[in-house]
């Protein structure tokens, strides 16, 4: 017998895994109540070893890609509800809300709008063969609440590193930071969030360790599959759905779990242009102040800069401009122009 892809299926499915009780399997089963990353968008009913199993087969495959370590700090950022990302590395970073004051980090002409990131003086390494590489270097960045931000920058210059500090999946080690909660990270490829047989299972399932009744997951699942205008597509097959529209699925989840802060690393990376069309309207129709929903979208394209309320440009680890976006705009046009003119003078 397999599993039902309805909703009552899938809630079905969430309640076992809450209530599997195998102690040799508590770490897969925690992750698992976590979040639904770790599961396989295939599942053969096997009584309460479900979750286990396929638990165990996903962890594998994204294990062999990342690292089980990238995979459990995912699962913790998503299953964060806090408002305040608070990082203790080595006593070296600590964040409170308190210590974010106004004029502190005010590098984006705002000051008056309440944030939903603020950051200043953000240091953060990596570690290579090679030792510790800095990656940020008194990295800030002031993000509104309620607006739709852009962030670019030269290839390698730290924006995914950003992106991934604040979703608290890397950790800082100078610096201060808050970012409002709960919050969500969409990759860049949707097959690696996107995991369930249909888009209203995927979605539903994100709600199963919050443990809610079927009629609210049901009101849930509806309601963001709508807001991404995505409703028509509930009982549809993921692997009948365009990358675009998967997009959607994963945006949608997240507003499902109510996140107030969208994440968004080069979602149309992969899209051609109907589908790029489509998920940037779908974030622009979910932010805004009265959904209090606000979105940092990292980006290579400038004509996506026409939907953003706001801008970012980084270079070698840190914002160097923010703000507006028409002098973003024209500040990384004069960096193109300067580099055609240099190729121009060695032909
Ligand atoms: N796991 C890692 N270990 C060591 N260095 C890393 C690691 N991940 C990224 N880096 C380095 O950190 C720097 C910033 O990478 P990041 O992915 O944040 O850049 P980006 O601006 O998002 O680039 P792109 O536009 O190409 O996606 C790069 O030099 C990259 O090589």
């Known amino acids: ?48 070893q479900v979750g286990r199993i396929v638990a165990a087969r996903k962890l594998r495959r994204v294990g062999s890609q990342t690292g ?3 995979v459990s700090r995912i699962l913790r950022a998503r299953s964060d509800n806090a408002e305040v990302s608070d990082y203790e590395t080595d006593g070296a970073f600590t964040t409170r809300p308190t210590q974010v004051q106004d004029g502190l980090v005010d590098n984006s002409g705002e000051s008056s709008l309440p944030r939903a990131v603020a950051i ?22 002031n993000v509104p609440e309620g607006q739709l931000w852009m962030l670019l920058g030269p290839n390698g210059c730290g924006k995914s590193t950003l992106l991934k500090a ?22 860049q490829n949707p097959d690696h969030q996107v995991v369930m047989p249909t888009a209203e299972a995927d979605v539903a399932f994100g709600l199963g360790r919050f443990d809610l009744p079927i009629d609210e997951v049901r009101e849930r ?13 509930a009982q549809r097959p993921v692997q009948t759905l365009s990358g675009g529209q998967k997009q959607r699925i994963a945006i949608a989840g997240a507003l499902a779990e109510s996140s107030r802060l969208l994440l968004l690393d080069e979602l149309t990376t992969y899209l051609d242009r ?20 606000t979105a ?26 923010s703000g507006s976006v028409a002098e973003v705009e024209a500040y990384i046009k004069l960096k193109q122009d300067e580099l055609f003119n240099r190729k121009d003078s060695v032909r």
């Open 68 to 70: 089980k370590d990238f």
């Open 166 to 187: 604040m979703a608290g999946l890397l950790k800082p080690n100078a610096g201060k930071m808050f970012v409002i909660g709960p919050r969500s990270f969409v990759f």
């Open 274 to 293: 109907d589908d790029q069309i489509g998920v940037l309207e779908a974030v622009r129709s979910v932010v805004g102040v009265p959904q209090k929903v």
């Open 221 to 233: 699942v509806h309601k963001s599959l709508k807001a991404v205008g995505m409703d028509q597509y």
């Open 1 to 48: 017998m397999g599993w039902t892809v309805s909703l009552s299926g899938i809630h079905e499915l969430n309640s076992a895994v809450r209530s599997i009780s195998c102690s040799s399997c508590a770490a897969v089963r925690d992750a698992v109540r976590a979040q639904p990353l770790c599961f396989s968008s295939f599942i053969d009913h096997s009584n309460l």
């Open 120 to 141: 200043q003086k953000l240091g953060l390494n990596l570690r290579s063969e090679r030792g510790d590489v800095p990656v940020l270097r008194d990295c800030s960045l």
């Open 296 to 321: 940092l979208w990292v980006t290579h394209r400038l004509e996506e800069l026409e939907y953003a309320d706001g801008a970012a440009y980084m270079e070698n680890g840190r914002v160097i401009l």
